[in-house]
């Protein structure tokens, strides 16, 4: 199983980023998906998910409003645009699967997942 993102990089306040997240090695369709974030001293936090068909996403309230999550079942790619970037945001950024499961079809809980990508670093400049 390989997930892989891209799209990092530098941005100045206000600017906006795509990150994406291509995904194999795994039957796709079963999966939802998550974006989750860490800066140096801080916990690993929940950013966003989509749940396995895309019908239904939760946002993390740091980014409600500013962030959008998504996903190309053609391409087995997740993705997350960002606007409205601030400092705030600048950290490592993760994708992660997670099985669907019919009681809970999006959690935020990062024990929850079973697959991780290595992350990509995103850093707002102000």
């Known amino acids: 199983v390989q997930l892989g993102e891209s799209g990092g990089g530098l941005v100045q306040a206000g600017g906006s980023l795509r990150l994406s997240c291509a995904v194999s090695?795994?039957?796709?369709?079963?999966?939802?998906m998550g974006w989750f974030r860490r800066s140096p001293g801080k916990e690993r936090e929940f950013v966003a998910g989509?749940?396995?068909?895309?019908?239904?996403?939760l946002d993390g309230d740091s980014v409600k409003g500013r962030f959008t999550i998504s996903r190309d079942a053609a391409k087995n790619t997740i993705y997350l645009q960002m606007n409205n970037l601030k400092p705030e945001d600048t950290a490592v950024y993760y994708c992660?699967?997670?099985?669907?499961?019919?009681?809970?079809?999006?959690?935020?809980?990062?024990?929850?997942?079973?697959?991780w990508g290595q992350g990509t670093q995103v850093t707002v400049s102000s």
């Open positions: 992660a699967a997670r099985l669907h499961s019919a009681y809970l079809d999006i959690v935020s809980e990062s024990d929850q997942y079973q697959h």
């Open positions: 090695g795994l039957a796709f369709n079963r999966y939802q």
């Open positions: 989509i749940n396995w068909n895309g019908g239904r996403t």
